[in-house]
């Protein structure tokens, strides 16, 4: 799967920021129709939209459309003007149940049966963010095979629970590691929730280290000062890299010789500590940080 490290939202009736967003070397750009658009810009953030698509060059950054949440009203007409254009990824809000993930894959494998573009070619993400969201993560999470991550979404979630955010997070812990926990368990990356204090970049490197360490595969960003630190965050260290590659080495040849535990730098080696080692490695190959003949 791709490297979801940051996934900068941007107003999608901005095209300035679309265009700044191009040139900042971020893995994902999600042009946003839904909170970050007043109501009365909605058809403009459209049409921006599906022309930054048509005109701009994204480079190796995703090409992400968040559209308004299915029931809202405007999703349907989200849909119809950014998908000729071909987004790689639409991301849905609010996501409550599994028949809304079907819908909104449903109206996106119509209009690539009609353009004649391959079938699933175009990819969901979805936020869940609600209370009710986070109880039906299981049928959320497995509703279709389009779907290759959770988003966490923290601040529309305590909003909704009458919870008060706090530094520390206890207010929205469970809810966050739920949402792990089931992109863990449908084999989808999960993107942690957004640093709002942009301007604290000490605070975002801590979260962002917290979430990797949780397990998420990125984190939602909102402002360019974002993308670095949160990238870096989400990227194996090389040491990490190496030791990974070590582990691998140490795996195959205590496979060879029948064993499924071995010691290694006075280190206790398993399954769990391969399997974690792999992860390692595919991530730094998804960030492009080794060349994939060298993953194991
Ligand atoms: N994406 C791309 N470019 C952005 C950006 C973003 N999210 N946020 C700011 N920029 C650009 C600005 O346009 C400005 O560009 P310039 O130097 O060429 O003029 C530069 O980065 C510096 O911006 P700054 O002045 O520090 O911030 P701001 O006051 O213009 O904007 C926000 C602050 C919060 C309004 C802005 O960061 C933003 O719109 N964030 C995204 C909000 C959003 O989409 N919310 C919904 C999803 S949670
Ligand atoms: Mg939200």
Not at 3 to 27: C, E, F, N, S
Not at 255 to 275: N, R, S
Request: glycine letters at 8%; hydrophobic letters at 45%; one cysteine or more.
């Amino acid at each position: 799967m791709r490297a979801r490290r940051a996934l900068l939202y941007m107003p999608g009736d901005d095209m300035h920021k679309i265009q700044k967003a191009t040139t900042l070397g971020v893995d994902c750009i999600c042009m946003d129709m839904e909170d970050g658009v007043a109501l009365s810009r909605k058809a403009e953030a459209r049409q921006t939209i599906a022309h930054a698509l048509d005109s701009l060059d994204f480079g190796r950054s995703e090409r992400q459309a968040r559209i308004n949440p299915v029931g809202s009203g405007l999703e349907g007409d989200d849909l119809t003007a950014v998908l000729p254009s071909r987004p790689d990824t639409i991301v849905v809000p609010k996501v409550e149940s599994a028949d809304q993930v079907r819908w909104v894959s449903e109206q996106i494998a119509a209009v690539e049966a009609a353009t004649g573009w391959p079938e699933g070619g175009i990819r969901m993400i979805v936020l869940v963010e609600t209370a009710g969201g986070i109880v039906r993560l299981k049928e959320i999470a497995s509703a279709d095979p389009r779907l290759e991550a959770l988003i966490f979404g923290s601040e529309d979630l305590a909003s909704d629970m009458g919870a008060i955010r706090t530094q520390a997070g206890w207010e929205i812990f469970y809810a966050r590691s739920a949402v792990v926990t089931h992109a863990a368990a449908y084999d989808l990356q999960a993107i942690d929730m957004v640093y709002i204090d942009f301007r604290d970049t000490e605070g975002l490197r801590r979260e962002s280290v917290q979430g990797a360490q949780m397990g998420f595969a990125g984190k939602q960003i909102i402002h360019p000062n974002q993308v670095g630190p949160v990238q870096a965050a989400f990227t194996p260290e090389d040491s990490e890299i190496a030791y990974a590659q070590k582990v691998m080495a140490a795996f195959k040849e205590n496979q060879k010789a029948g064993l499924g535990a071995f010691a290694l730098d006075g280190k206790m080696i398993d399954a769990p500590i391969v399997k974690a080692a792999e992860r390692v490695l595919a991530r730094a190959l998804a960030a492009g940080k080794i060349p994939p003949e060298n993953q194991s």
